[in-house]
């Protein structure tokens, strides 16, 4: 297994299609495999490691709904009571219609009925993301709304794409969610997630803001051309922001991630660290959407993401922030397997039938990139035969 595993990184690396790439593997009682190859940056002597701190962006999302599905738990939030009620802001969400024909003036309708955690943890909320979404991008160009990186409140400000509950949409949800968590706790997100999971999951490398000794080990952002010739470009998530992104500000390795990844093996439990409860477990693993599925992703804006379409011909289900694969696949994961991305290019798998996961991880824009999507493969295909 190592030695497929380190074969196709070392393949990616070599094909110049990406400067370094690192990746870990495990099941629920330790690690399978960690490797890294290639450099940090181009800009950069430092080799790719498994402790290399990345932006690991939307998957985030998973670890500030762990925090969301906790006070749940708890009692002070509702998966299914108006969100409303925590978060007064969303007491009277609207809809997007279109735009005016003389001057693209957006229009908008109220929703008919009101938004809950369920609705933002499962994307069903009509939230949406202007990379993803034409539509919301024309809406932020008209009214000059910040994007959702900027980590401003002003970038939430975006009405819904579609009635709750009606369609799946990827978009701000989560980071609504990561709000709710602060309201009802009285902390900031971060401070929250450090002392309720990544400090009990022994996740010391992951966090918002970068400490010296992450910085010492962080990758650089890269920009691929239509071309493939990488580029380094600036970028980092604002460490001093006005909201913490709930569902894309967290910097990580796969180390860290692979460990809250076995959490989910272990039912909501790690190296006696109890995080959730089995039976929240269960329900954030059960598919929230049918008969809706998710569908293909469709890029709107090419610089920050390709087109994505996962396992076509397959209808996909989505959990309480995971996708599900309703069938088995190719690779090896078994059916109601849990996983998602980060827009960096950095992907993660959580298989609880099988006892397998990995997380793989580059610093590269566009999203969905062929050559990591495919070393991705590579690597689960290995972790299965092996």
Same mark, same amino acid.
């Given at each position: 297994m190592k030695?497929e ?6 393949r990616a690396?070599e ?13 629920a009682?330790?690690l399978?495999?960690?490797?890294g ?6 800009d950069? !002597? ?17 670890i500030? #709904?762990v925090?969301?599905? /906790? ?7 509702s ?10 802001d969303?007491?009277q969400?609207?809809?997007?219609t279109?735009?005016?024909?003389e ?5 908008l309708?109220?929703?008919r ?10 994307h ?6 202007d990379?993803f979404?034409? !539509?919301i ?7 000059g709304v910040?994007?959702?990186i900027?980590?401003?409140r002003?970038?939430?400000a #975006?009405?819904?794409?579609? !009635?709750?509950?009606?369609?799946w949409?990827?978009?701000?949800g +989560?980071?609504?969610a ?10 900031r ?5 450090r ?10 490398d ?10 010492? $080990? ?7 051309a239509?071309?493939?010739?990488l580029?380094? +470009?600036?970028?980092?998530?604002? /460490?001093?922001?006005e ?5 894309g ?9 692979l460990?809250?990844? $076995?959490?989910?093996?272990n039912?909501? #439990?790690?190296?006696?660290?109890r995080i ?9 693993? $059960? ?5 809706l ?5 469709r890029?709107? +804006? ?8 996962l396992?076509?011909g397959?209808?996909k ?8 694969n309703? !069938?088995?696949?190719?690779?090896g994961?078994?059916a109601g ?5 980060g827009?960096?290019?950095t ?7 099988r ?7 580059t610093?590269?824009?566009p ?20």
């Amino acid at each position: 297994m190592k030695n497929e595993i380190d074969a196709a990184l070392r393949r990616a690396v070599e094909s110049g299609a990406v400067p370094g790439i690192a990746a870990a593997a495990g099941h629920a009682g330790g690690l399978l495999y960690e490797g890294g190859f290639g450099r940090r940056g181009l800009d950069q !002597e430092a080799a790719m490691t498994p402790d290399t701190v990345v932006w690991i962006a939307s998957m985030t999302k998973a670890i500030t #709904t762990v925090a969301a599905l /906790q006070q749940v738990e708890a009692g002070r939030l509702s998966l299914d009571g108006p969100i409303a009620e925590v978060l007064p802001d969303l007491a009277q969400p609207q809809v997007l219609t279109g735009f005016a024909p003389e001057g693209g003036e957006p229009m908008l309708r109220p929703a008919r009925r009101p938004l809950t955690l369920r609705h933002l943890l499962s994307h069903t909320a009509g939230f949406g993301y202007d990379f993803f979404n034409a !539509e919301i991008g024309a809406f932020m160009a008209a009214r000059g709304v910040p994007g959702v990186i900027s980590c401003e409140r002003a970038a939430l400000a #975006t009405p819904l794409l579609a !009635e709750p509950g009606e369609r799946w949409e990827y978009g701000i949800g +989560i980071d609504y969610a990561g709000l709710a968590v602060e309201a009802v706790t009285g902390q900031r997100l971060d401070a929250v997630l450090r002392e309720r999971v990544l400090d009990p999951l022994g996740m010391r490398d992951t966090g918002f803001r970068l400490g010296a000794t992450q910085r010492a $080990r962080l990758a650089s952002m890269h920009a691929k051309a239509p071309d493939g010739t990488l580029s380094v +470009i600036p970028f980092e998530v604002p /460490q001093e922001p006005e909201f913490h992104m709930g569902g894309g500000g967290l910097y990580g390795t796969v180390l860290d991630y692979l460990r809250f990844c $076995r959490m989910w093996l272990n039912g909501g #439990t790690l190296d006696g660290a109890r995080i959730l409860a089995p039976e929240t477990v269960r329900e954030a693993m $059960r598919d929230q959407i049918a008969p809706l599925e998710v569908p293909p992703l469709r890029s709107a +804006i090419p610089a920050s993401t390709n087109d994505l379409e996962l396992f076509p011909g397959m209808r996909k289900g989505w959990g309480l922030s995971f996708l599900i694969n309703i !069938e088995d696949v190719p690779q090896g994961r078994a059916a109601g397997s849990l996983a998602w991305a980060g827009l960096a290019n950095t992907y993660y798998w959580i298989d609880p039938r099988r006892d397998r996961a990995g997380v793989i991880a580059t610093q590269i824009l566009p999203f969905a990139d062929a050559a990591v999507l495919e070393a991705f493969a590579a690597m689960e295909r290995a972790v299965y035969a092996g």
